[in-house]
Structures are given as C-alpha cells and as structure tokens.
C-alpha cells in the first residue's frame, strides 16, 4: 500500500505592514538597550508606587523636639516648649512662622513615591542616592515617646519627576520625598536666629551720620520732628555747615527706612569681628530717633496707639560676602544685608543734599520780612490776615506804614522764593561785615530765617544762609525791588 502523506496546516504570513511595525518595534528595543543610561542605579520599584503617600501623622502639639544634622557639619535642636513655637538650644525663640512650618513638617512625615520596597535593592548604590553621607540626619521626638529618624539623600534627576530620595527609620523602604520637605531639613542653624526688625522711622529721625571710605556726613533736624514743617529743616553738619533741601532728605530718609538686615550669621566676638571685616569696616550707620506715636494692631484688628521711646540704631559695615550682600554689625551680632539698600545710603553725596535755592519758605507762609542793609533796617513787611463782612479772609500787607496790595509783596518775593545758586565761593573768600545786607523772614508758624548778601565781586554776592558757612553766590541786586 502506498503510504499517505499527512496534510501539514498552510503557514499564513502576516500583512506586509503589520512586518514593518513589528520590525520597527524590535529596533527601538535593541537601540534602547544600546544607548541605555547605565549611570543611573538599577532599582527595583516597588508595584505599589504611588503619587503620594503620608507614612507618619500626628498632631504638631505632640511633637516634642526636632534635632537636626547636616553633612558639611553645621548643626542645630529646638524644642516646643509653648504651642506653636520652637526654642533653638542656644536660648532664643525661633520666628514664629519658621517653627509652624518645622512643626508640620514633624507632624506629618510623607512621600512623594515609593522607590524601592526592600533595603537589599538600594544599599548596594547608597552613595548613588546620597544616603552614603546623608545631607541632612533628622531626629524627631514625640510627647509620648516615640523617636523618628530621617535621612536626606541627593535628588532625583532622572525625569521631569522632580523629589529627593530618602529613609527612615520605621522601615527598609526608599522613598522620594518633595523638594518643599526636603528645603525644611535644609535649614541651617543661622536660619533659625530671628532677624531683629531695625525700626528706622524717617518721621522720628532728627540725626544722620554716615561714613563711608574715609568720608563722614553729619545731618541733624533744626527743630523738633513734631514741626509742621521738620522735613525741610535739616541741616548738614559736616564735611560742610548748611541748610539742606527737603526734597534730597526725604529721599534719604525713604532709603535709611528701606534697610532690612538679611540672615544672622553669627555673634560678634573678638575672632568674628575679625574674620567678616569689622576690624576695617568699610563703613558705619548712626541714626537717632526721637520719641514718638505710632499705631500698631491689636488682635481684634483694631489700631491703638503705640509709644516709641527715644532710641539710636547703629550699624558697622564690616567685609563683603560677595558682589551683592555684605556683612552687618548691630546689637551684638552679626547678619548679611543686601547691596542694593546699602549703597544709597552710604553712597550719599552730601553735596546732593545742600540746598540750592535761597529760601525754603514759600510766599504764601510769609507773615513778616525784614530787609537790613549794614546794620540798619530800610523795609519791613507785615502780612496779617482780615475777615471780611461776608466772612471770607483776606490778606493784608504793610510796608512800613504804608498798605500796599497782597499781590505786589507776593511779585517781590516770587524773585527771592524763585532765586538759585549760581555756583560755589572761592575757599579762602573772607565777607565783609560792613558790607552786608540781610533779609530776615517768619512764617506763619513762627519760625525765623535769615538770608546774609555779601558782595563777592562787581557781578555777585556771596550768600549765607542761617548762620551756615559762606558756600555760593548769586547775581548781585537780584533783590533790590524787595
């Protein structure tokens, strides 16, 4: 018989497009195989991972301490001895923000992913994730007992994922911690040394001294700082004797207000104040203060007045941290402070600030001017005010014993109230006190000014102000109408 050939089922090939999928496929496979990043450590992830999962959660009054540790050595431990606030070792209460934020971060222990689930999957590449030498070893006692600790590693940088691997010590477990977490641990024991408020209030200030690479300025209010008209009358000291322009010390005023010390570096000692520059300063601060009423906000968010006593704020400028903070002496301690508000301040030309113009007293605030010539008075100007029978008010102007129109006197002035410099008096000029002309004002409030011409040359006159030094001139009989 002849033998029966068995029917072998027909082979079916697939679509030629499905073939080139499938081909391009297996090339990406090999290809990723080849050019994979064998930097990164081989971790076997848990299945469990998850976006976010808290390990540990308690109330923030049940955290008893937080002791932390950092790799370069720098270390610190604080205490809740009231609610809400931390007691750093070295005796100060920390800012009351900074501690609620440390506080939860104590309360409640979280993850931002399960990495690994056994410790036999990591500890081989320790030094892979920072957890060799960690960055910051935290210890964490609670009220009943309980003793946590972390272990901040390096970050993650694999993928748009962005956290920092760490452990602790509940389990074998590597997680993935926030950076926010992970900025907390961080924190530097200078950090946490609360930054004193400076308290310059330029409506209290009544003296200025500042120097600066062998150069000192001296300013002081004429008056007291509760005058209505204090903001215009400072008067600068030294290098010079002068009155100042209003506009130029307010805007010095805005900037000693602006200063704000940055982070505590350390307490000024003796090997301190040498290392951060303070045996050379570079500059130095003094501001004095008059007492004064300010408002602060109660707890029911209702204003009440606040005394401020009489006080003196000082500060030294010692080295530079770098191009823009440098290093800052008050009270005993030393702090950084930025650049940008100190150069204003120490910067300050005093020749910015001398007035120019030859009175600072407006028309309008002018209730008497006087005009002596050598010792002799030849005109007198009284201003008073006159209610009429409709009960408006107008005023009135003297001339001696003649009344002449509001707007006349107003006209003569303008020319005075008007007037500038027109440049600087000769080093070794010497006035003549027989020759001198002086116009005497008092504004309604008071308050006497006085203007001293002396001829300079044929074209000018020298001009002092108050009893300053004889610094400008002006065009010669630019006040003979008056």
């Not at 997680?175 to 924190?187: D, K, L, P, Q, V």
């Not at 130029?248 to 704000?260: E, G, V």
């Not at 601060?285 to 008059?290: F, M």
């Not at 003549?432 to 308050?447: F, M, P, R, Y």
Request: with cysteine; aromatic share 10%; proline share 3%.
């Amino acid at each position: 018989m002849q033998p029966v050939k068995r029917k072998q089922p027909k082979q079916k090939k697939l679509p030629l497009g499905v073939t080139f999928v499938l081909g391009v496929i297996l090339l990406g496979v090999l290809l990723a195989g080849i050019f994979e990043d064998h930097s990164a450590p081989s971790v076997t992830v848990a299945e469990s991972t998850a976006t976010y999962r808290t390990l540990f959660a308690t109330d923030t009054e049940d955290v008893v301490s937080i002791e932390v540790t950092h790799a370069d050595g720098d270390c610190w431990r604080a205490e809740q001895k009231s609610e809400g606030i931390l007691y750093d070792d070295r005796g100060f209460s920390v800012d009351a923000t900074l501690s609620r934020a440390l506080l939860s971060e104590a309360a409640v222990i979280a993850c931002e992913e399960v990495v690994a689930d056994s410790r036999q999957d990591y500890e081989a590449n320790l030094d892979m994730y920072g957890l060799d030498e960690p960055r910051a070893s935290v210890c964490i006692t609670y009220r009943d007992g309980k003793v946590i600790w972390l272990w901040i590693g390096g970050p993650y940088t694999q993928s748009d994922v962005s956290y920092d691997y760490m452990t602790w010590s509940e389990s074998e477990e590597l997680f993935g911690i926030s950076r926010a977490s992970r900025n907390e641990w961080m924190i530097s024991a200078a950090m946490l040394h609360p930054v004193p408020e400076l308290m310059i209030h330029g409506a209290r200030c009544d003296r200025i001294e500042i120097s600066f690479n062998g150069r000192e300025n001296v300013w002081a209010l004429d008056g007291a700082v509760s005058d209505e008209t204090a903001s215009d009358n400072w008067r600068i000291l030294s290098p010079v004797s002068y009155l100042c322009d209003g506009e130029a010390m307010r805007t010095l005023l805005s900037s000693l207000q602006s200063l704000r010390l940055g982070g505590y570096e350390c307490e000024a000692d003796a090997a301190s104040l040498a290392s951060y520059g303070f045996l050379s300063p570079q500059g130095r601060i003094a501001v004095h203060l008059s007492e004064g009423l300010g408002t602060q906000v109660n707890k029911e968010g209702v204003a009440e007045p606040l005394v401020y006593e009489e006080s003196e704020v000082i500060l030294s400028i010692g080295g530079s941290k770098n191009d823009f903070v440098d290093y800052v002496c008050y009270e005993g301690a030393i702090y950084r402070m930025s650049r940008i508000m100190l150069s204003p301040v120490l910067e300050k030309d005093a020749e910015e600030t001398l007035l120019r113009y030859v009175t600072r007293i407006a028309g309008e605030n002018i209730r008497e001017l006087s005009v002596t010539e050598n010792g002799e008075e030849v005109r007198h100007y009284v201003i008073t005010e006159v209610t009429g029978m409709d009960g408006d008010t107008a005023r009135q102007v003297f001339e001696g014993e003649r009344e002449i129109p509001y707007a006349t006197f107003l006209a003569r002035y303008s020319v005075l109230e008007q007037a500038t410099v027109a440049g600087r008096v000769e080093a070794d000029f010497i006035p003549d006190a027989d020759e001198q002309t002086v116009i005497t004002l008092w504004d309604q409030w008071g308050s006497e000014f006085s203007i001293t011409l002396c001829p300079m040359d044929r074209t000018f006159d020298a001009v002092r102000l108050m009893d300053s030094d004889w610094l400008f001139y002006i065009p010669r009989n630019l006040f003979a109408e008056l």
